[in-house]
Each structure stands twice: as structure tokens, then as C-alpha cells.
């Protein structure tokens, strides 16, 4: 192993170290902020505040148990149970109930003669502020469930062969709907458009014909509410004729609305599947849209519908529905649409079906040609999915995994897909209560989209203890009346303050406090500030005096006016708090207002982890440092380049000639240092003709220095390390005159230095090609960058390039706009 190799090995093991020793350091102060930190429990000062404050928190409702061990009455559970001088404790747990759970099965097979698709019913939860109760939601959609599909279709005049179409294949949908499942019933209605210009024509003559052999417009009408006989559905569609309006959107989502929330005119039953099959050509209008028509009144998704004639009574009254409004109706009643549209609006409505839970969009030929495949492709889409939704309160956070047949639990998910009627998913369901609701019992629902089903979560959220409940009013345990006895501690009346209510609210200075929250002034670290934590958050505020937690360890204790100071919390240096008893203590620092550290003699810094002495950093020679660097803290701090614990190493210095040079000329010339530092040299200096040989060394070449001779001259020596550690040097006196001014090889630029340590180039060859690999990486690195902008930038524009080139702009005038003057022609004029 070369010189070189034993330099990388050791360079290694001091970073090792170093890093270690830092992280060590970093634990152990980590862990003593989470041992101050990680109990948020002290600052409640009820019991109902103490069980919100985290699942953790414990009140203790012994009567004297705060006043006899001046321990919090709110802790962490495993403080008051650890320490056993509480008995009995306030510590609402997690309760789980299920309250119905009938077995899923198919219409006839359970106990109840409908089907059941979702287990279980009803769950009652009781959980504390920031805690969560787990429950499992299984779902199957059964077989033969009932299906109530209503057909809704767009009538205007571009329907007229889609229309003819579904004339002659009307009986054939009935008839696979019915293959599909045997409970099956079957409605129709159709939309055209509101009868208010400018989206249809309103002279008398187009508002009884809008065109040929068309029907009189209308916005909504329900031809036949949901039935059995599906024959019915052959004779009503043939009964109907296309009517006509002006703008190519059409009132789609006033049908959609009206279907969906007229129950008893639709005819929807509460157990069924319910799907509404709508067909268009074109665009729908929405909510603003019916300002055009001077209908201005916000739709508010009651049903209009005319018992008798079928009409939207109120299309002209209220505005389109917006997206969100119809989707929230459609999502109360359990309605999934399918959107069977032509080619050219596919893209409008997947986007509208997005907005939409549960729909699904199918391309219909032009001729509606497809629909009864459509409708059976769709169907079994929508019965191959299952998708959980619910409508807990902003205070309730529900997170799901779904379990979806033989896949792997799916975190953050509530869809399964790909599933056959009779099979069975199941969804792991975790309830937060993220804080404390405005009512202590809340209700919400989990239930599969497009299902009459769902599973009723009851939630008690505990934010109050029941102790609260049964105080005890002018308790003579409150010094002699003077408060309540609620939870085992005093809640004081007007005037009064205090543990035990001892303390009065008429101070000195004629200030009157009504409760022992409001003299806590002096109890706060800045008295101006509401803000500021009472004691710090570690004591409790007696008649205006801070009286300090006490720990369960007795060693530690923590002090200070407002409670801010401890002897535990200070600052650590070899993971030992203030570097061990024998360097410093923790102490409350007054001025600053914290613990700190006190030093012991020959010890400073914030860990006392400094020591004042020197001895560690003499060099062998007896200089501090060698020299050539600066004692800290007893270590030395070397100037470049030595190295060492004495700075006596120097891997990129030629030999030690430089080491010695000052002790060398300081003895046989008195100059270089002072004479108090030349005599702690640990050098000898013999003075030769001519120099010895000693192991085989090279002599050290310097000039003579100036003002002790002609400063041409050099002189030379070598060295050698004696048994008791004495350097002995070999001193030639100078011979010869360089005719120069000194100059040389030396490496500290006073003089030429002719030895070479071998590992100098060695050393050399290592740094020069270490920098010249990370240059050449670094331009490696530019050139890639480069290289991947410039081809970005040539895609770019090559993309603006054919854009511009298949750019086609066309005039177009704004449809309402009115021209500035009109001529208007008096009939009577000249007669």
C-alpha cells in the first residue's frame, strides 16, 4: 500500500467520523425536543379540551391530584397511567357499532324480499377530535334488479330520420332490455327547445308550424311515464312528430332536469336502477344561456311537469340548469344517463360526462341506427363498475382502499371495474374527525353511484367529557363556595381564581378579573401579548405566580419566573448535556430567558464542548501549532498546507526543511521568531564543515538571511529524530555565494529547498487529474444541454411553421349584432 493510497483511507475515516459525530449530536438533540415537544397535552384547561387536543391526551378526575403532585391534570395517557397516582381517568376510546348488516343477495333470497347490494347498513361511530375508525363496505350488484329506463330524445327537424328509425326498432329495444333482465320498464319523452325568440321563431304562424308537416315547439314533454307494457313505447314514439327551432343548441339539460326530478310523473320506483337514454345531433344549452330570451330567473330543479298533458309548464320561467345543479339532482335520485350523440358532438359530451357521476357516452349513427346496440353496450358498462361516493361534512375526513375480486388493495381508490352481476368488491373505509362539528351527533352516507343503496354512518365526535355534566355548583373543595367541582377541579365564579379558587379578583390597583383567565398577565413571558403561553406552557398561573410542572424523572426540573427555563433542555456536545458534568451544568440563563449552559474553569461555548488549554496543540518542537496554525478549543487549527493534530504533516511539502528552517535560524542567526519561542524548540543545532549522511537524506538548501551576511550566500543541513524525540540538525556554514538573491525550489519562498519527498508527484498527478475530469464532465454536461435545446427549439418551430401554414381564417359576423340606423316606412304617408 503506497503513500498515496493510505492518504485517500485516512481522509475517509476522519469524514466518517465527523459525520457520525454530528448525527449523534443531532439525535440527542432531536430527542430532547421531542421529550419537550411531543407532549401537547398541558395547555387544556378542561376536560374537553384536554380529549380534543390529541387521541393521547388523558384527563385525570381525581379530586387534589393537580394541588398534591403538581403534575397536569392533562397528560398522555401513558403518563397517567405509568405514574399510578391517578385513578380514575377521563380517556374516551374508539368505538365501532354495526347497527344493520343484511347479507347481500338477489330480490327473494335474504329475509327481505328485494335485493340487497350493499353491506352494511347502518354504522354508529364514536371517535375523538384527530383520531379514525376503520369499517369495511362490500358491495354485489344483484341479478334480475330492477331496471327503469326512460328514452329521451332530441325532436327538432334534424331528428326526422333518427326519429323514423326508432319507430321500427322500439319494439326490438323492448325486447332486449327485456333479455337483459326480467323486471324491466320502459318510458319516453322529448325536448325541443324554450318557445321565447331568438331560439325559435315566435311569429303566430311558426309557433303553430315551425316547418312541413312538423308539431308545434315545445321545451320538454313526457310522452309515456315508465311501464311494463313496452308496447306502449311503439305507439307513443309513433304518435310523435319532430318539431323546429332556430339555434342548433337545444334544451337538452331542461329534460334531463325534468326527467330526473319528477319521480311520480316519471314513474321512477325507489328500488331500481335508474338509466335515461339521450339522444341528440347537437349541442345543449346551459345555465345563462336563457338571458338570450330575456329569462333571467336561476332554474331551481323542481319539477313543471302537467300532470296531464306531459308539458314543462315552466320553461319559460327559469333559466337552463347549470352542469353542477343537474348533476347534484341526478346524483340525489340515483340517475345515470347515456348519451348516445352523432360523431361530430362525441367530444362535447364525454366533456359534459365528466361533470356528470356515473354517465357514459356512446356515438350514434346518424340515422340512430345503432341505438339498440348502443343502449346494450353502455348497460354493460355501467353494470360492470362500482363506484363509491359520499357526503360526510368538511369535519370528516373518509379515505378509501378498494378490494377489488383478486387484485391487490388499491390505497386512495374507490372504483373496481370489469366486474359480472353476483360478484362481489369490498372497500376498507377510514373516518378522521379533523376537529369538533358545531353538533356532537353528524350523519353521512357511502354508496355505490347509480344505487338506491348505501350504507348510513352515524358519528359522535367526543369533545366533551361526561364528568362536565355533573358538577357540582358552590363546592365547598373550591375554598368555601367559590366555584364548581367539575371533573375534579374548580371552575371559579365571577371574581374569583385559582386551583381551588383561592384567590381573589380585586387586585391592589383596583382592576377587577372575572375568572382566573383573564390575571395572567404576569404569568407571560411578554405580559403585552394575549398571545403568549401561559408559564410557557409548562405551569399553571396561581394568583398571578407561575408554579411549574413537576416531571416524572425527579432529576429533571423546570425553573424560571414563567416556567421557560429546565436543566434538560440545554444544548449537548458529545451527545452529553453540556458535554458531561465534568465540563458544565444547565442552568436558567435570566437575561435570555432560556437554559443555558454554565461552564466549569477550562471550558466555553454553548455545549461547553471548548476547552481553554493549550497542551494538546504543542508540536514537537515545543511551538504551539508547529507554528503554523492556531490552537481552538485545544485543537489546532492548521494553515494550509499542514496538517496534523500539531500541524506538523505536510503532504504537499518537499520534506520538513520548513519545519525546522525558524528553530535552525533563530539559533544560529536570531532571527525568523522571537527568542521566548526559540527557546521552547525541541531542536539542536550542531554546527559542521561539512555535512554528514544521515539516512540517506537530502540536505536542505536556504539563503543566508539578510542582515546576517551577504544575502547571496546559502547555507545547508540536515536532520535526524534522537531517541528522546530531539531533532538533531546538522548545520553547514556557507560556502559559496549564488550570485542570485535567493531564490530556489523552497515551497515558503524564502529560499531553495533541494529535497523531494516521493509522494509530491504522486500528489501532484492525483489533483490535476481529478480537476480535469470534472472540467471535462462539466463541458460533457453543457454540450448534452445544448445539444437537447436545440433540437427542442428546431420541433417548436418546425410545429409554428406547419401551423401557419394550414392556418385558415374566415370572416364572421357577430350573430345579434344590430345595426346603428333603421328605416322605417309610414304606411299612411301621402294618403
Request: with cysteine; net charge negative; aromatic share 6%.
Amino acid at each position: 500500500m503506497d503513500k498515496m493510497t493510505r492518504y485517500r483511507q485516512w481522509m475517509w475515516v476522519g469524514i466518517t467520523l465527523s459525520l457520525l459525530s454530528t448525527m449523534c449530536t443531532m439525535q440527542a438533540s432531536a430527542q430532547d425536543a421531542q421529550n419537550l415537544d411531543d407532549n401537547p397535552c398541558s395547555e387544556a384547561s378542561s376536560c374537553g379540551d384536554c380529549i380534543s387536543l390529541d387521541p393521547r391526551c388523558a384527563w385525570c378526575e381525581d379530586q387534589g391530584y393537580a394541588e398534591e403532585t403538581n403534575y397536569p391534570r392533562c397528560d398522555l395517557i401513558t403518563s397517567l397511567t405509568n405514574n399510578s397516582l391517578c385513578q380514575d381517568i377521563a380517556f374516551p376510546q374508539t368505538a365501532v357499532a354495526v347497527e344493520q348488516n343484511d347479507p347481500l343477495s338477489d330480490a327473494g333470497e335474504g329475509p327481505s324480499t328485494e335485493a340487497v347490494q350493499v353491506a352494511p347498513q347502518r354504522i354508529k361511530l364514536k371517535l375523538r377530535p384527530k383520531e379514525t375508525a376503520n369499517l369495511r363496505v362490500s358491495v354485489r350488484q344483484a341479478r334480475d334488479y330492477p331496471v327503469d329506463l326512460y328514452y329521451v330524445m332530441d325532436l327538432s327537424r334534424s331528428m326526422q330520420d333518427d326519429l323514423d328509425n326508432l319507430k321500427d326498432l322500439a319494439k326490438i329495444l323492448a325486447q332486449e332490455m327485456g333479455n337483459i333482465t326480467r323486471n324491466f320498464r320502459l318510458g319516453f319523452g322529448s325536448f325541443v327547445e324554450k318557445t321565447v325568440a331568438p331560439f325559435i321563431n315566435t311569429a303566430p304562424e311558426s309557433l303553430q308550424q315551425p316547418c312541413p308537416g312538423c308539431e308545434a315547439p315545445y321545451n320538454f314533454r313526457n310522452h309515456l311515464p315508465l311501464d311494463v307494457n313496452t308496447d306502449l313505447f311503439s305507439v307513443k314514439v309513433n304518435e310523435t312528430s319532430v318539431s323546429g327551432n332556430l339555434d342548433r343548441p337545444e334544451a337538452g339539460l331542461d329534460a334531463l332536469m325534468q326527467v330526473t326530478v319528477c319521480k311520480d310523473q316519471i314513474g321512477w320506483l325507489p328500488r331500481a336502477r335508474h338509466i335515461v337514454v339521450y339522444t341528440s345531433d347537437d349541442a345543449f344549452h346551459f345555465a345563462g344561456d336563457g338571458k338570450l330570451g330575456g329569462v333571467v330567473q336561476p332554474n331551481n330543479g323542481e319539477c313543471h311537469l302537467d300532470p296531464v298533458t306531459g308539458y314543462n309548464t315552466k320553461a319559460n320561467e327559469y333559466d337552463y340548469p347549470s352542469i353542477g345543479h343537474l348533476n347534484f339532482r341526478m346524483r340525489e335520485q340515483n340517475v345515470i344517463p347515456i348519451f348516445a350523440v352523432t360523431s361530430t358532438n362525441v367530444h362535447l359530451y364525454q366533456n359534459l360526462a365528466h361533470f356528470i357521476e356515473g354517465s357514459t357516452v356512446g356515438t350514434l349513427a346518424v340515422d340512430s341506427s345503432n341505438v339498440v346496440d348502443l343502449i346494450k353496450d353502455n348497460y354493460a358498462t355501467i353494470t360492470s363498475r362500482v363506484e363509491i361516493v359520499d357526503n360526510a361534512p368538511e369535519n370528516l375526513a373518509v379515505r378509501y382502499v378498494s378490494r377489488c375480486l383478486n387484485e391487490a388493495p388499491r390505497p386512495d381508490s374507490r372504483v373496481c371495474t370489469g366486474l359480472r352481476l353476483g360478484e362481489t368488491v369490498s372497500f376498507d373505509v377510514s373516518v378522521e374527525a379533523t376537529g369538533c362539528p358545531e353538533t356532537e351527533i353528524q350523519k353521512f352516507s357511502i354508496r355505490p353511484i347509480g344505487f338506491d343503496e348505501s350504507v348510513e354512518i352515524i358519528v359522535e365526535v367526543a369533545c366533551n367529557c361526561e364528568c362536565e355534566a355533573f358538577g357540582i355548583p358552590n363546592s365547598e373543595y373550591c375554598t368555601n363556595g367559590n366555584g364548581t367541582l367539575s371533573c375534579g377541579q374548580c371552575a371559579c365564579n365571577a371574581g374569583r381564581y385559582g386551583k381551588l379558587c383561592e384567590c381573589s379578583g380585586m387586585e391592589d390597583a383596583g382592576t377587577f378579573f372575572r375568572d382566573k383567565n383573564e390575571n395572567t398577565a404576569s404569568c407571560r413571558a411578554n405580559a403585552n401579548a394575549t398571545s403568549s403561553v401561559v408559564c410557557s406552557g409548562r405551569g399553571e398561573c396561581i394568583c398571578g405566580e407561575c408554579v411549574c410542572f413537576e416531571r416524572q424523572n425527579a432529576n429533571e426540573i423546570i425553573s424560571g419566573r414563567h416556567c421557560e427555563c429546565d436543566n434538560f433542555s440545554c444544548e449537548r456536545h458529545n451527545s452529553e448535556l453540556c458535554g458531561g458534568l465534568d465540563r458544565g451544568e444547565c442552568v436558567c440563563d435570566e437575561k435570555r430567558r432560556r437554559s443555558a449552559c454554565k461552564c466549569r474553569p477550562g471550558y466555553v461555548g454553548n455545549a461547553c464542548g471548548c476547552s481553554t488549554s493549550t497542551t494538546a496543540c504543542l508540536a514537537s518542537n515545543g511551538l504551539i501549532c508547529n507554528g503554523r496554525g492556531r490552537c481552538n478549543c485545544n485543537e489546532c487549527t492548521c494553515d494550509s498546507p499542514f496538517q496534523g493534530d500539531t500541524c506538523e504533516v505536510c503532504k504537499t511539502c518537499i520534506g520538513k526543511c520548513s519545519s525546522y528552517r525558524p528553530c535552525v535560524e533563530c539559533q544560529v542567526y536570531g532571527v525568523d521568531i522571537s527568542p521566548a519561542e526559540c527557546s521552547k524548540c525541541n531542536v539542536a543545532v550542531v554546527i559542521e564543515k561539512e555535512l554528514p549522511t544521515v539516512n540517506g537524506s537530502s540536505p536542505c538548501v536556504f539563503p543566508v538571511p539578510e542582515g546576517s551576511n551577504n544575502c547571496s550566500l546559502t547555507y545547508s543541513f540536515v536532520y535526524e529524530t534522537l531517541n528522546n524525540g530531539t531533532i538533531l540538525v546538522h548545520f553547514e556554514e556557507p560556502k559559496e555565494c549564488t550570485g542570485g538573491d535567493g531564490g530556489g525550489s523552497g515551497t515558503d519562498g524564502k529560499g531553495p529547498i533541494i529535497e523531494k519527498d516521493a509522494s509530491g508527484s504522486e500528489i501532484l498527478i492525483f489533483v490535476v487529474s481529478t480537476v480535469a475530469v470534472i472540467v471535462l464532465i462539466g463541458i460533457l454536461l453543457l454540450a448534452l444541454l445544448k445539444a437537447v435545446n436545440v433540437v427542442r427549439d428546431k420541433r417548436e418551430y418546425d410545429r409554428f411553421q406547419k401551423e401557419q401554414k394550414n392556418a385558415v381564417w374566415e370572416q364572421a359576423q357577430n350573430p345579434i349584432y344590430k345595426q346603428a340606423t333603421s328605416t322605417f316606412i309610414n304606411p299612411t304617408y301621402g294618403k
